[in-house]
């Protein structure tokens, strides 16, 4: 399967943005989701996991949900802060082909 | 705390082989299962490799398997990454992530990457 998200999404400084994360065949809660931010130059850092369980350190300002309706996963980014600028990977497993698998990654602009 | 410590990294011609190394410490290599990830120049993430904990079995992607090996020394924290027949679609920035327990999916940790460009 794979895992689409927005190549974009910007924001301002104290609002809100949502980033969504599509899987294409085979049931969204079947495997769970992680999210991962990567800010400019540096390397990727578990924000969520199991769908909506936040990493260690990461503040309550980021939020992760599920929805079977849509088969999609959502990182919710509330209170937005320049720092917050960067790319957000979705990531999952195959369990059928052994296969961890990322989405194409989105872009966040805080304006 | 955590460190993931790549190194190995470099310049390689179309056809030839690298093997890249990832020294850890701050927890016990053979307690977790271990990851390669790697990103292409602008480009999104993608998982390469994976080994068990204590002598478990390794998986590769499709796009790598039969040319990378994934191996470790636990004697030495070191993880592993013998890549032969590189192809100029294996240049990216290769880390090394060590997962979360037993029977989880996530990457927990990473290292900071290691550079290969490989060459036609």
């Known amino acids: 399967f794979t895992l689409t998200q927005p190549h974009s999404v910007s924001g301002s400084p104290g609002k809100t943005v949502t980033i969504s994360c599509t899987r294409n065949?085979?049931?969204?809660?079947?495997?769970?989701v992680q999210w991962y931010q990567q800010r400019p130059g540096t390397s990727p850092r578990l924000l969520i996991f199991?769908?909506?369980?936040?990493a260690s350190g990461v503040p309550d300002r980021f939020s992760g949900t599920i929805d079977s309706s849509s088969n999609s996963a959502s990182l919710t980014l509330s209170g937005l802060k320049t720092e917050d600028e960067g790319d957000y990977y979705c990531?999952?497993?195959?369990?059928?082909?052994?296969?961890?698998?990322f989405g194409g990654g989105t872009t966040l602009t805080v304006l | 705390e955590e460190q993931l410590l790549e190194s190995g990294g470099g310049l390689v011609q179309r056809g030839g082989s690298r093997r890249l190394s990832c020294v850890v410490s701050?927890?016990?290599?053979?307690?977790?299962?271990m990851s390669w990830v790697r990103q292409a120049p602008g480009k999104g993430l993608e998982w390469v490799a994976l080994?068990?904990?204590?002598?478990?079995?390794?998986y590769y992607a499709n796009s790598v398997g039969g040319r990378f090996t994934v191996s470790t020394d636990y004697s030495k924290n070191t993880l592993f990454l013998q890549m032969y027949i590189l192809q100029t679609d294996d240049t990216a920035l290769y880390y090394c992530?060590?997962?979360?327990?037993?029977?989880?999916?996530?990457?927990?940790?990473w290292g900071q990457g290691t550079q290969v460009i490989v060459s036609s």
């Open positions: 992530a060590r997962m979360a327990g037993f029977g989880s999916y996530r990457f927990e940790s």
């Open positions: 080994i068990s904990g204590s002598g478990g079995g390794a």
């Open positions: 199991d769908h909506n369980q936040r």
């Open positions: 065949s085979g049931d969204i809660d079947t495997n769970q």
């Open positions: 990531q999952s497993y195959d369990s059928s082909r052994i296969d961890w698998v």
């Open positions: 701050g927890f016990t290599l053979s307690d977790f299962a």
